[in-house]
């Protein structure tokens, strides 16, 4: 039995298309969507809807979050060009497309092949709750307790998985903004970052994948778009 995870596309549509013929490519049967589809892209609307096409179950994140509502108590600061940006990317999306995104559930919960699975952006208690592979203690709390085997969540752009308590845990890393986080500062990579889980016998198996695409057709999404700062947005893919 196998399973995609995706996350964090984040308006990227060029990202999401070569994913999605990865996951084609490779046959992994049911995908499940672990948040943050839209917000701060230059293909907002385009994302949405390729994600309706896949008829996949996808959780809301702290991105998906803040475009439906702008937070009282957000735990980052909010700028004004990340106020303006999402103003321009709700004038991109249909009633049907903000619908679409109030039906993404907090948490989603599977079983593959007998093995039960918790999926959540953050952690299972919020999507704003950060996993990095150096936190122990306090930060690996909302991961403890749950029934469940094997726990997958995204927020943090990061592809790892290690054991907490009796499960697995797993982040697909990031559809649509995947970054070296060693680099000063991080760069962002033209690689479509996600995860394949495969269940045989009890015994569960994770591959990490990362798929290529080009430069070129991230620029000429953003040159096309008419989002706020698109030429900056892009070029944090070139290093320039």
Same mark, same amino acid.
């Not at 009633?95 to 109030?102: G, I, K, T």
């Not at 306090?138 to 752009?157: I, K, N, S």
């Given at each position: ?15 999401f298309?070569a994913?999605?013929?990865?996951v084609e490519? @490779? ?13 701060g892209?230059?293909e907002?609307?385009q994302t949405?809807?390729? @994600?309706?096409?896949l008829?996949?179950?996808? *959780?809301?994140?702290?991105a998906d979050?803040?475009?439906?509502e702008?937070p +009282?108590?957000s ?5 004004e060009r990340q106020l303006e940006?999402?103003?321009w990317t709700l ?8 619908e679409?995104?109030?039906?993404f559930a ?9 093995v039960? @699975?918790?999926?959540f952006?953050?952690?299972?208690r919020?999507y704003?709750?950060?996993?990095l ?14 029934d469940a ?5 995204g ?6 998985t290690r054991r ?7 982040n697909p890393?990031?559809v649509g903004?995947?970054?070296?986080r060693?680099?000063?500062?991080? *760069?962002l990579?033209?690689l479509?970052e996600?995860?394949?889980?495969t ?10 994948r990362?798929?290529p695409?080009a430069?070129?057709d ?12 698109a030429?900056?947005?892009a +070029? ?5």
């Amino acid at each position: 039995m196998r399973l995609a995870l995706i996350s964090d596309q984040h308006g990227n549509d060029v990202a999401f298309r070569a994913v999605l013929a990865d996951v084609e490519r @490779l046959d992994s049967g049911a995908i499940v969507c672990l948040g943050d589809v839209v917000q701060g892209g230059t293909e907002p609307a385009q994302t949405l809807d390729r @994600l309706a096409g896949l008829g996949c179950e996808t *959780v809301l994140g702290n991105a998906d979050a803040f475009l439906l509502e702008v937070p +009282a108590d957000s735990p980052e600061p909010l700028t004004e060009r990340q106020l303006e940006v999402r103003e321009w990317t709700l004038s991109q999306l249909s009633s049907s497309h903000l619908e679409q995104m109030r039906a993404f559930a907090p948490v989603v919960r599977r079983e593959l092949d007998g093995v039960p @699975l918790l999926l959540f952006h953050g952690s299972p208690r919020s999507y704003d709750d950060v996993l990095l592979p150096e936190l122990a203690g306090e930060a690996l709390e909302p991961f403890l307790g749950h029934d469940a085997a094997l726990l997958a969540g995204g927020h943090t752009h990061l592809q790892w998985t290690r054991r907490i308590g009796d499960a697995l845990y797993v982040n697909p890393g990031s559809v649509g903004i995947s970054y070296d986080r060693h680099a000063d500062p991080p *760069v962002l990579r033209t690689l479509a970052e996600w995860a394949l889980l495969t269940v045989a016998e009890g015994a569960v198996g994770v591959e990490f994948r990362q798929v290529p695409y080009a430069l070129e057709d991230v620029q000429a999404a953003a040159k096309r778009s008419g989002r706020p700062h698109a030429d900056e947005w892009a +070029a944090q893919w070139s290093g320039s």
